[in-house]
């Protein structure tokens, strides 16, 4: 990182450890926990909750579905047709996410991070007012046509809330405060589960009022948010405005030397001033960034296909199949709930001391072996009669829920920050963005009639891939934690020159230097052994 002669002189000599010429640790601040918790309360959280608040009352909208259309046709639906038109309801949520992540780069560019998620809080009011007055006036359209707008706010809000938070943040907090959605998310859920109860809003007359809730967080949000900065780093490298920039950096640090950051985000500036933020088509075209893209390809097709979305959409069902009792299924469901926070805290909390990529490995592994669980425990259950595998059922369906809270949950979304320049970010968002509702839509879609059709089997492919993307990740990304843009932007620089390198020189004549032992490159990344270098 270019450093004035005078920055120089106030750290540190040019020949001590790398880390120490940074700017000082940054320190967590009442403005960055504000705007982390008002961002995630009033957008992430609605993720979480418009994901299992479809659970509870499905026996509810089934039937106002069937008596609606017998009212208008005189018959009513079959089964089958009844169970695709809910599929569809579950899944269009998914369709609007996919719409949300596409037009994403768009929103950011044009009104900014936190401007975005500002202006994006119409879609919510809409959305409720469509689902809560559905039922009076007889429309199963309603109800479908506001999980799709919902469906669109969450995938707006699941990019640009972690973009957001990633670029107010400084280095040392970004993934602490980048795993904060996560946990909302987890909290979203939860209060899905403990609303749907039958004591609360499980009732029959209260499903469109159970749906309709998610305008309370939003509206605190409106309310809050827009009295906070928008990100210094779009101030300052998009907007080219130095004062508003330090202006935001003074709200949001404390003890914490601005000079420093601004050199920093000036240096990314330099290195973008003749190149435009790219499209999606020239990303893909990027060489530069080829491992980048594949990475966040991975790890967000592996976040949504690990089943995670099969669990939270059929929670009742899994249990109802695997033998609980129905009086305990909703307290069983909720319970669940306090695990996900649970494990989002851990992972919260642990990955400035642990790094993104054990926490990746970690989950994608634990959710691999818990589907794998699943499968085993139905087929005892069914096969050998053992009863108590039912709970073992339960423990595994606990498991994958914790393993995808501690890091997969959060970390794709946060490394999608990370890997890319301020020029990339948002075309890689609309990338990651895309391919996470595509394959959250295929398993909230496809899982009941694979389920119906493969039985408990089903579980298998989702520990594969997940077994699959923990390896991944273990081979391909190199850690993140506590790097500048700019320094991850060169560590995948050099893993580029290092392949091609080793492309035209034999292997024995390179040493590679591992980087916190996990296979990244080290600034000297290439040294040629002097006994086989010719004198």
Not at 24 to 49: E, N, R
Not at 240 to 260: E, G, P, S
Not at 323 to 344: M, S
């Amino acid at each position: 990182m270019r450093r004035s002669k005078h920055s120089r002189d106030q750290t540190t000599p040019d020949d001590a450890p790398l880390d120490s010429q940074k700017n000082p640790t940054g320190h967590l601040t009442g403005s960055l926990l504000a705007v982390a918790f008002l961002t995630s309360f009033g957008s992430s959280m609605l993720y979480g909750y418009n994901l299992a608040v479809v659970n509870s009352p499905a026996v509810y909208i089934k039937d106002f579905y069937n008596k609606t259309v017998l009212s208008r046709n005189g018959t009513g639906l079959s089964g089958e047709t009844l169970t695709l038109m809910y599929s569809l309801t579950v899944s269009v949520f998914a369709i609007g996410g996919l719409l949300g992540s596409l037009i994403v780069g768009m929103l950011v560019t044009r009104f900014g991070r936190k401007g975005t998620v500002v202006n994006t809080t119409v879609l919510v009011f809409i959305a409720g007012s469509l689902m809560g007055f559905s039922r009076i006036c007889g429309s199963p359209e309603m109800v479908i046509f506001g999980r799709f707008i919902t469906g669109i706010h969450s995938g707006i809000s699941l990019s640009v809330v972690p973009m957001y938070l990633g670029e107010i943040a400084p280095k040392n907090l970004r993934g602490f405060l980048g795993l904060v959605p996560s946990i909302f998310i987890g909290t979203g859920v939860f209060a899905a589960q403990i609303l749907g109860l039958h004591e609360l809003l499980g009732k029959e007359e209260h499903w469109p009022l159970f749906l309709s809730v998610v305008v309370v967080p939003t509206f605190i949000q409106l309310m809050l948010l827009p009295w906070f900065p928008e990100s210094p780093r779009y101030l300052l490298i998009e907007k080219h405005n130095v004062h508003a920039t330090i202006t935001a950096l003074k709200w949001y640090r404390a003890k914490c030397n601005i000079q420093a950051e601004i050199e920093e985000m000036q240096e990314e500036q330099r290195s973008l001033s003749s190149m435009e933020t790219l499209s999606v088509w020239k990303l893909l075209l990027d060489d530069s960034v080829r491992w980048q893209v594949l990475s966040v390809v991975v790890i967000n097709i592996g976040m949504q296909l690990s089943g995670i979305d099969a669990i939270w959409f059929y929670t009742n069902d899994i249990f109802k199949n695997a033998g609980i009792p129905a009086p305990e299924i909703q307290y069983t469901t909720a319970g669940t709930g306090v695990i996900e926070i649970i494990a989002g805290l851990i992972g919260c909390f642990t990955i400035e001391k642990l790094g993104r990529r054990p926490l990746m490995i970690g989950g994608f592994a634990m959710m691999g072996i818990c589907s794998a669980g699943i499968t085993l425990a139905l087929i005892l259950q069914v096969c050998v009669h053992l009863s108590f595998m039912r709970y073992v059922s339960v423990c595994c369906v606990v498991g994958i829920i914790a393993g995808f809270c501690i890091g997969p949950a959060g970390v794709p979304f946060l490394i999608t920050a990370e890997l890319f320049k301020q020029s990339h970010r948002p075309a890689a968002y609309i990338v990651g963005g895309s391919l996470n509702w595509l394959s959250n839509f295929t398993v909230g879609f496809v899982f009941p009639f694979l389920q119906m059709s493969a039985g408990s089997y089903c579980y298998l492919v989702f520990a594969i891939i997940c077994l699959t993307v923990a390896v991944y990740v273990y081979i391909v990304i190199p850690e993140t934690r506590n790097k500048t843009f700019m320094e991850i932007s060169r560590m995948f620089s050099k893993k580029e020159a290092v392949l091609e390198t080793q492309g035209l020189i034999h292997v024995d004549q390179l040493k590679l230097k591992k980087m916190n032992g996990y296979g990244g490159i080290e600034n000297a990344s290439l040294e040629f052994d002097s006994s086989s270098s010719v004198p």
